[in-house]
Structures are given as structure tokens and as C-alpha cells.
T-cell receptor, first 113, second 110 residues
Framework: NAGVTQTPKFRVLKTGQSMTLLCAQD?????MYWYRQDPGMGLRLIHY???????AKGEVPDGYNVSRLKKQNFLLGLESAAPSQTSVYFC????????????FGQGTRLTVV | RKEVEQDPGPFNVPEGATVAFNCTYS??????FFWYRQDCRKEPKLLMS???SGNEDGRFTAQLNRASQYISLLIRDSKLSDSATYLC???????????FGPGTRLSVLP
């Protein structure tokens, strides 16, 4: 019953530090996504993947990198964190892209000080 | 113009009221539409898909007007448990990803 699992749930970083957010799904979905959610801005797509070994840029990719080495995992990296990256990050997966339901993880609350 | 726009809200309605949310989208080529619900500090979850002919699920009715590029969600007989933010979602980028509206917050009051 796991669905989509994100780790960690909370994190505080200092400006300039790096970190990796992990997303794991057990539904054998091809498509995976990373969104950030900020007040008044809604969910904005950072990067996404249409299958193992593939990645693509979304609406707000700058300052982030991703990797999809295994089908079930999608990693989001921040190389040098900035206060503007303070946000709630959601990972999602879907079976057939935008044609089927997206399942979300519980989110990661990241604060960069 | 944003790709997906929604009523700014918030909507504060009494229990039992009927409330309607509106959404407009800019990409006329969009083919797939959804309403998601997001509770405070939780992840979004699918409420219902929106079909061309309109569809109903219990107290919820979704309508699509392709000519006007407009989607609506009607909630009848509002319950306290309907309090949440409702997100309009449109398929984007040749079906590869989802584009979310900013959301409309609903508070159902006793």
C-alpha cells in the first residue's frame, strides 16, 4: 500500500548546501514528476521523466538536477541551495502520463536559511 | 496569461450549500482534464476526471466547454469534509505532464 514515498519529510538547509530528495513508487509507473508548491503559485513542474533513464525539464528547472537510474526511483538534487528554493516539494507518478491519474507523495518541506 | 486559471477564492459557504468553481485554460490542444483536491498540508488527490459530455460522481458534477476553454466543478449539499483546496488540472506537453491551476480554497461552515 506504499504508493509514492518521499524522503525526507522535512529538511532545513543552509544557503550553499546540497541535498538530494528521493522519490520511490511501487506501482510500476513509467512517468514520474517533481513539483514545487509555493503560496499563491500552485504546483509548478520542475523536472519529469517518461521512463527509466530519461529526464526532461519542466517549467522551473533552474537550480535542480534529476536522475532516473531505476524505474521506481526519481531523485531531485539541489547542488547549491538558495533561499528561493524554500518550498514544499511533491513527487508524483502516473501510468500513462497526463492521460491517467497522478499519485503524489506526501511532500517534503524544505527551508533554506 | 497563465496556462490554467481558477477563481481566486476563498469560498466560505454554509453546510448544505451548492458551490461552483470555474477554471479556464489557454492551450486549445489540451485533451485531458481533472479536478484534484488538496487538504491543508497534504498531497493532492484525484477528485474526478472531466469528460467532454460532463460527468457526475455523487454530489460532484464536472463540466467541460471546449469552445470556451472552460471547466467547472459543482458541489451540491456541501459537507464540512468538503473543506479543501480544489485544483484544476490540464494535460500538457503532448500528454506527458500535468499543468495545475493555483487552486480555489473552499471552507464549509457549520
Amino acid at each position: 500500500n506504499a504508493g509514492v514515498t518521499q524522503t525526507p519529510k522535512f529538511r532545513v538547509l543552509k544557503t550553499g548546501q546540497s541535498m538530494t530528495l528521493l522519490c520511490a513508487q511501487d506501482m510500476n509507473h513509467e512517468y514520474m514528476y517533481w513539483y514545487r508548491q509555493d503560496p499563491g503559485m500552485g504546483l509548478r513542474l520542475i523536472h519529469y521523466s517518461v521512463g527509466e533513464g530519461t529526464t526532461a525539464k519542466g517549467e522551473v528547472p533552474d537550480g535542480y538536477n534529476v536522475s532516473r537510474l531505476k524505474k521506481q526511483n526519481f531523485l531531485l538534487g539541489l547542488e547549491s541551495a538558495a533561499p528561493s528554493q524554500t518550498s514544499v516539494y511533491f513527487c508524483a507518478s502516473s501510468y500513462s502520463g497526463g492521460w491517467t491519474e497522478a499519485f503524489f507523495g506526501q511532500g517534503t518541506r524544505l527551508t533554506v536559511v | 496569461r497563465k496556462e490554467v486559471e481558477q477563481d481566486p477564492g476563498p469560498f466560505n459557504v454554509p453546510e448544505g450549500a451548492t458551490v461552483a468553481f470555474n477554471c479556464t485554460y489557454s492551450n486549445s490542444a489540451s485533451q485531458s482534464f481533472f479536478w484534484y483536491r488538496q487538504d491543508c498540508r497534504k498531497e493532492p488527490k484525484l477528485l474526478m476526471s472531466v469528460y467532454s459530455s460532463g460527468n457526475e460522481d455523487g454530489r460532484f458534477t464536472a463540466q467541460l466547454n471546449r469552445a470556451s476553454q472552460y471547466i467547472s466543478l459543482l458541489i451540491r449539499d456541501s459537507k464540512l469534509s468538503d473543506s479543501a483546496t480544489y485544483l484544476c488540472v490540464v494535460i500538457g506537453n503532448y500528454g506527458q505532464n500535468f499543468v495545475f491551476g493555483p487552486g480555489t480554497r473552499l471552507s464549509v461552515l457549520p
